[in-house]
């Protein structure tokens, strides 16, 4: 189930949010401060946050600020009576998703909810799919991008497409007719049999060492992933 942090002073407004989020099947957990608020951040996971900007020690929009500056994947939805023009550019500004001024609905309310939460949902499963680690090693397809140990690779392009293929279907035998049918080279040739051998063999030079198997040759056939991603 998500996890909501609502963050409001108002005790009794408080209480009903967290009855409605409750009812509407998450998980509430409310902050009546700001110092409250960024230690519960913190210690604890919430999938979003749900903010006052006037707080009795503090100002909500630095908690925005502070909040993104440590956990910046956590959507926050401003829920305050500053409703200046230049208080939702700020807001806004500073990273939320969204900026909803008392009065409000909370059927739309849920709703905006709702859909914060579907969008960063996505964002995560997009940014999963750009990127394969086990904490040791660790490719970023999108940036283009390889470390190990926390020594920073250097991987070619046909290197990364033969990574990708591999980790996309990892613990799946991949032919190596297969992978000669994914794999060309820059300039548009394919790639031989004999080219895939090599790119193979520097490959697990890069990427492996004694402690740390990540390509596994299924002799007559082709290769394996083993690796776990974390």
Not at 35 to 64: H, I, M, T
Not at 113 to 119: G, K, M, T
Request: include cysteine; charged fraction near 25%; glycine fraction near 8%.
């Amino acid at each position: 189930m998500k996890r909501i942090l609502v963050v409001e002073d108002d005790l009794a407004l408080s209480a009903g949010l967290c009855f409605e989020l409750d009812s509407g099947g998450y998980i509430s957990v409310s902050a009546y401060t700001y110092q409250k608020a960024f230690q519960l951040v913190k210690e604890d996971r919430f999938d979003l946050v749900l903010l006052d900007v006037n707080l009795p020690d503090g100002n909500g929009f630095d908690l925005c600020k502070a909040i993104k500056a440590l956990r910046p994947e956590i959507p926050v939805i401003f829920l305050t009576a500053n409703d200046l023009e230049q208080n939702v550019l700020d807001g806004f500004d500073l990273g939320a998703e969204d900026y909803v001024t008392k009065p409000f609905s909370m059927k739309i309310l849920l709703r905006r909810v709702e859909a914060v939460l579907r969008r960063s949902g996505q964002s995560k499963a997009e940014e999963s799919a750009q990127r394969w680690s086990d904490g040791y090693l660790t490719l970023d397809f999108g940036a283009l991008t390889a470390q190990r140990g926390g020594e920073t690779l250097t991987i070619t392009p046909n290197e990364y497409k033969l990574l990708r293929v591999l980790t996309d279907n990892a613990g799946n035998i991949l032919t190596r007719q297969v992978l000669l049918e994914r794999l060309w080279d820059s300039g548009g040739n394919f790639i031989d049999d004999h080219t895939l051998t090599v790119t193979m063999n520097r490959l697990r030079a890069k990427i492996e060492d004694d402690t740390h198997s990540y390509i596994q040759t299924v002799r007559g056939m082709g290769y394996i992933w083993k690796g776990v991603q974390r």
